[in-house]
């Protein structure tokens, strides 16, 4: 049986009118809305009711496509082109665009008249997709661009299928080179074999992994991290590369700064010891024996104090030089700090190598350095030990050899010792002095002892000379000539020197008190109390709550401190002096070029060292030379004193030749406070 059209066409239009996802729309011959169906009304804003009856271009087309549209229907009709299904853009009821994909279909209808179908399907999502689609793609470009890293996208089996570098400097190939070809074609095999072990560890571990290669390149070597990620879907791997170049560079310095000296560049007291402990356990492996060079520059304080810190720096710097140049390529040359070094020597055959290269070591140094047109003399001391006979440890070897470095500078500076057991015995004593002396002050240890200062002419008491005594419950009695240096030291002398000026003025007034005499006071005084930026303003108030005028207080000082020549020192000794202190030189005779310093400070008095002393009965020598001092320190205008009288003979001949004022046994050891307040000399002269 035949379905008559019109059911069909009813049949169809109930199919669609529902449809809301299609647009399905009916034209007669003029175009006129003839059908109208729910997707119409979504995707174009018209009712049913609204729509039936309107022309095709005046609803749905924007202006500039009408005639388009008249003139293509019309062809259809008349000549049968066909209208063919296309993306276009119409509009709706208010005017906005709408994308479509539009199919057409011709009808004749019972009437023997034309009716035109459009279905058009709403393609806004799919604009949007693709819209997005475009807007990542821009900004993965954009991103591409802006980064510095490199983006490789390869195939499971290494063929690189994009290669994205933003910056196109310092490439180590242009893009184009890279696609197509596998990673092994175009790197370096050390390089291309890491991309195969973590390209397969990625994949394995389904998702990253990252590591880091490097590249010669034209200006020099150049670190990479490369981070892998699988596409598994796509069966590709993307690898994101950046230069780490100068991280590398700043994490370089930094070990550099941990374990080299930044002014020398050697090894620093860390990498040194570290090097001597490996030293020392290769050196047990292979029963081998090692060699130890503790080394000190002489003076080099010295250097610093007068001719500043850059010339010193300066000198460090070419002192390590010599040091390298002088050295095998196995040994080890380190800066422990300050002027010390260490220099370490392997595999020796004996001692007497290492005495060699000690030796060899001097001798390169007696060689002046030129530091900005000067020539300095630096000399140097060591102190040896090896390995096993000195020691089995890193500290015990160190240790000991700082202990012969020491002797060395005890033994006069520039020369070499070796460890020896004794040696130790002398460093144990110091460091225990140096910790029982830290207590020493607050618990009273000390005690300051006068010696009497005797008027040659008329035997009378004048003064007296401060001198500190130490008694330590474990050490004992220990003498100021082993515990004075070791104070100077530590530095624990500045606060000691003040306490000896404090009693020492204390005990003046009280004396002074007592016997209504005039008496003064000498104090020694050390270089390094020089330092103490509070020493002038210490003497004022000192001298100002005793009530004692500075001219009753004197200050012995050595030569040595003069021989620092350094400016702080000059401007104290000036102070004291303006202050009305007097100045004393003491141990005259035991330095070298005593008379210039004589002139050009502001000394009052000067004492002759004991040593002269003993010798003027017995040496022709002596009595010459504490004959000639007398009388050039009068012309100087100075006063004599003769230091270790012992005898009425010393005194007698001290007495003609002149000299003023005598210290010594002869009259009093140095004597505790009461003791010296009831001190009269009674021996007959
Ligand atoms: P100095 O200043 O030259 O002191 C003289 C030293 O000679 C003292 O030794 C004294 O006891 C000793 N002496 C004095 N008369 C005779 C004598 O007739 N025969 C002999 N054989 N010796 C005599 P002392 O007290 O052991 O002091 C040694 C050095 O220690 C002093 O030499 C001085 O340089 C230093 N010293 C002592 N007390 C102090 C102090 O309070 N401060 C500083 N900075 N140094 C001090
Ligand atoms: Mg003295
Ligand atoms: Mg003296």
Not at 5 to 19: G, P, T
Not at 418 to 446: P, V, Y
Not at 475 to 502: M, Q, R, S
Not at 560 to 574: E, F, K, P, Q, V
Request: glycine letters at 6%.
């Amino acid at each position: 049986m035949l379905i008559p059209e019109k059911a069909i066409k009813d049949a169809v239009y109930q199919l669609f009118d529902a449809v809301d996802v299609l647009s399905v729309q009916g034209y007669d011959e003029e175009r006129r809305v003839i059908y109208w169906n729910l997707g119409s009304e979504l995707l174009y804003g018209y009712t049913e009711k609204e729509a039936l009856g309107k022309k095709l271009e005046d609803i749905i087309f924007p202006e500039h496509m009408r005639q388009f549209v008249v003139s293509a229907h019309k062809d259809w009709l008349e000549q049968g082109i066909k209208i063919p299904a296309a993306e276009i853009t119409l509009c709706n009821k208010s005017g906005d665009d709408v994308s479509v994909f539009s199919s057409h279909v011709l009808f004749t209808n019972e009437y023997n008249k034309h009716e035109m179908y459009c279905i058009d399907i709403n393609l806004a999502e799919v604009r949007q997709a693709q819209a997005q689609a475009k807007f990542k793609e821009n900004m993965l470009e954009a991103v591409f661009e802006a980064t510095p890293d490199r983006f490789f996208l390869i195939e499971e089996d290494g063929t690189i299928i994009d290669y994205h570098a933003g910056d196109n400097k310092d490439l180590y190939a242009a893009p184009k080179e890279f696609i197509g070809k596998t990673i092994k074609d175009l790197f370096p095999d050390k390089v291309a074999r890491k991309f195969k072990v973590y390209n397969t560890k990625a994949m394995s571990h389904g998702g990253g992994a990252s590591f880091e290669y490097e590249l010669t390149m034209p200006n020099g070597v150049s670190y990479f991290e490369a981070r892998l990620s699988h596409l598994k879907a796509f069966k590709q791997v993307v690898i994101i590369v950046r230069d780490i170049t100068e991280q590398h560079k700043a994490a370089e310095k930094i070990r550099q700064h941990a374990y080299f000296d930044s002014l020398t560049l050697l090894p620093n007291r860390f990498l040194s010891l570290d090097r001597l402990t490996q030293m020392i356990e290769e050196a047990k492996r292979n029963r081998e024996k090692v060699a130890l060079l503790f080394l000190d520059l002489d003076d080099f304080k010295k250097v610093n104090d007068s001719l500043g810190h850059e010339v010193g720096d300066k000198l460090l710097i070419e002192a390590s030089n010599r040091l390298t140049l002088a050295l095998r390529k196995a040994d080890t040359v380190g800066r422990l700090g300050g002027d010390e070094f260490i220099v370490l020597l392997r595999a020796l055959v004996n001692d007497r190598d290492a005495i060699e290269i000690a030796e060899h070591l001097l001798k390169i140094f007696r060689e002046p350095f030129q530091i900005d047109g000067k020539e300095l003399i630096l000399t140097l001391s060591i102190g040896i030990v090896t390995y096993p006979e000195n020691g089995n440890s890193t500290s015990d070897l160190l240790r000991n050899a700082d202990a012969a470095m020491y002797q060395s500078k005890l033994l006069g500076r520039n020369t070499y010792s070796f460890f020896t057991k004794k040696m130790n015995d002398i460093m144990l004593r110091r460091f225990e002095i140096e910790g029982q002396m830290s207590h020493a002050l607050e618990n009273n240890e000390f005690e300051v002892y006068y010696q009497p200062k005797i008027d040659v002419k008329n035997g009378r008491v004048i003064g007296a000379e401060a001198l500190l005594r130490w008694r330590n419950p474990t050490l004992g009695n220990v003498t100021p000539d082993e515990f004075i240096p070791i104070a100077e030291h530590t530095g624990l002398i500045v606060p000691i020197g003040k306490y000896v000026v404090e009693q020492a003025l204390k005990f003046l007034n009280e004396w002074r008190n007592v016997h209504q005499r005039n008496y003064t006071m000498a104090v020694n005084l050390s270089p390094r109390q020089f330092r103490d930026k509070e020493l002038i303003s210490f003497i004022k108030k000192s001298l100002s709550e005793e009530g004692i005028k500075p001219d009753s207080l004197e200050f012995e000082i050595t030569e040595g401190i003069l021989m620092i020549g350094n400016s702080y020192i000059d401007d104290a000794l000036d102070e004291i002096h303006k202050l009305g202190v007097k100045l004393s030189m003491d141990d005259f005779g035991t330095g070298y070029s005593s008379l210039s310093y004589l002139r050009q400070y502001s000394f009052d008095i000067l004492k002759i060292d004991r040593s002269f002393i003993n010798g003027i009965t017995l040496e022709k020598e002596d009595f010459d030379l504490v004959k000639a001092t007398i009388a050039m320190a009068h012309s100087l205008d100075l006063l004599v004193v003769a230091e270790g009288v012992e005898t009425h003979e010393q005194l007698t001949l001290l007495g003609e030749l002149g000299c003023d004022l005598i210290q010594g046994y002869y009259f009093s050891q140095p004597i505790p406070a009461n003791e010296m307040l009831n001190f009269r000399f009674t021996a007959n002269h």
